[in-house]
C-alpha cells in the first residue's frame, strides 16, 4: 500500500538531493501532503552543505505532473465551498515562490507532461530541462478555472502576445516553443535522461549539461509570430475572437473555435489577470494577485461544472454560466480581483502598486 510519504520520494547522493513525484496512475497529481513534503525537504537541504544541487522529476513513462489533484478540489469546491482547496492553493504558490528563490540549483526535468502545478514546480527553477517528448501547458480554461501557480507570471514574460495565446487557449508546446517562450532552458533527448540524473550526483550542473544538451526539434509559434501578436494584442476576449476569424489563417480560426468552448468568465478573468500581472512586477505580487483570483474561482459554478465535464463525468460539454462572453461583464470580472478579507499569502508585506486597478 503506497503511503503519503510514498507520494514523493526523497534521497540524496553525492552532491545532489532528489524530488520524484510519485503518482504515475494519477500523472503525479500534486496533493496537499506532496506539498508540504517537497516543502520540508528543500528546507532540510538549503541547510545542508552536502547538497549543492536538488533535481525534480517524475516517476511513470507520462510525465513530471498533470497539476493539482482537481478531483478533490471539484469535491471541495462542491462540499465545503472551497475550503481545504484555498489552503492548498496558499501552500501550494508559497512553495511556487521558494523554488524561485531557492538558494541551490534547482533542476526540474520536464519530460513528458507538465501542466498547471507541474509547471508551478518546475519552471521556477533554476534549471529547466525539456526533452523531445515534453508538452507543456497552463490548460485551466478549460475547466473554468485561470492559469495559477505564477503562470501568469512566467506567460507575461513570453516574448510578444505568445504567453496571452497560451493562457487563452490552454494550447501545450513542445520542447522548441517552451525555450521560446521561457518557460525552459535547455533540450535533453530523453534517451539522455537517465545519464544527466545520475552525472548531477557526481558533476556540477553546468559540467553535466555541457554533456547531454542537445538542439531543440523545431516548434511552431515563432512562424506564428506575426498573426498572434496582432491578435491577442486586441483589448478584450471577443475582440481577439474576432481578429482570429478575420485573420485568414487556419491556425488563428482553430484558435478562435478552441476560445469560443473555454469558460467564457475563465477567459476574461485570465486575460485581465495576465494584463495586470505585466505591472506587478515580482512574482511575489503576482502569487498574491492568483491567490485571490483562485479563491474567489472556488465560489464560481464553472470550476465545478468544468471539473465535472472534463474530468469526473468526461462528457466534454460544459454548461458554462454565462455561456457566452457578451454575458460577462467588466463588473463580473472585477470580483475576482476584489479584496478577500485579508486571506493572502503573506509573501510581500508592501501594497501593490496604486496604477494596477483593482
Avoid at 84 to 112: C, H, Q, T, W
Avoid at 235 to 257: C, M, Q, W
Avoid at 335 to 341: M, N, T, V
Wanted: glycine content about 10%; overall charge negative; hydrophobic content about 45%.
Amino acid at each position: 500500500m503506497t503511503t503519503t510519504s510514498e507520494h514523493v520520494l526523497l534521497r540524496t547522493e553525492g552532491r545532489a538531493a532528489y524530488v520524484t513525484l510519485n503518482r504515475p496512475g494519477a500523472l503525479n497529481a500534486l496533493t496537499h501532503s506532496m506539498v508540504h513534503r517537497i516543502d520540508a525537504a528543500l528546507t532540510a537541504w538549503e541547510h545542508d552543505p552536502a547538497v549543492e544541487h536538488v533535481v525534480i522529476t517524475g516517476a511513470g513513462e507520462r510525465g513530471l505532473c498533470a497539476g493539482g489533484d482537481i478531483r478533490s478540489i471539484h469535491e471541495d469546491a462542491r462540499s465545503s465551498a472551497g475550503v481545504a482547496s484555498a489552503d492548498f492553493f496558499r501552500d501550494e504558490y508559497r512553495l511556487n515562490a521558494r523554488i524561485a528563490r531557492y538558494p541551490k540549483p534547482y533542476v526540474a526535468v520536464m519530460d513528458g507532461i507538465v501542466m498547471g502545478g507541474g509547471v508551478g514546480v518546475s519552471a521556477h527553477g533554476t534549471v529547466r530541462i525539456v526533452t523531445e517528448r515534453s508538452r507543456v501547458a497552463m490548460p485551466e480554461t478549460g475547466i473554468g478555472f485561470v492559469p495559477d501557480v505564477g503562470g501568469t507570471y512566467l506567460l507575461g514574460l513570453a516574448p510578444g502576445e505568445l504567453g496571452t495565446h497560451l493562457a487563452l487557449t490552454g494550447a501545450a508546446v513542445g520542447a522548441a516553443d517552451a525555450l521560446l517562450c521561457g518557460l525552459a532552458d535547455h533540450h535533453v533527448p530523453s534517451a539522455l535522461l537517465p545519464g544527466l540524473v545520475a552525472d548531477l550526483a557526481r558533476a556540477p550542473v553546468h559540467d553535466v549539461l555541457a554533456r547531454h544538451v542537445r538542439p531543440a526539434p523545431g516548434g511552431e509559434l515563432a512562424a506564428w509570430r506575426g498573426w498572434i501578436d496582432h491578435c491577442y494584442a486586441a483589448d478584450t476576449v471577443e475582440e481577439i475572437v474576432d481578429r482570429l476569424l478575420d485573420s485568414g489563417v487556419p491556425a488563428a480560426k482553430d484558435a478562435a473555435v478552441t476560445l469560443l468552448a473555454k469558460s467564457p468568465t475563465a477567459l476574461k478573468v485570465t486575460l485581465a489577470a495576465l494584463r495586470r500581472a505585466r505591472a506587478l512586477g515580482p512574482l511575489e505580487h503576482v502569487l498574491e494577485q492568483e491567490y485571490r483570483v483562485a479563491c474567489a474561482a472556488l465560489s464560481h459554478p464553472d470550476l465545478v461544472e468544468g471539473i465535472r465535464a472534463q474530468v469526473i463525468d468526461k462528457d466534454r460539454t460544459p454548461r458554462w454560466s454565462p455561456t457566452t462572453l457578451a454575458e460577462v461583464g467588466d463588473e463580473d470580472v472585477d470580483r475576482f480581483f476584489a479584496p478577500s478579507g485579508g486571506r493572502g499569502l503573506g509573501l510581500v508585506t508592501t501594497v501593490f502598486p496604486q496604477e494596477v486597478p483593482w
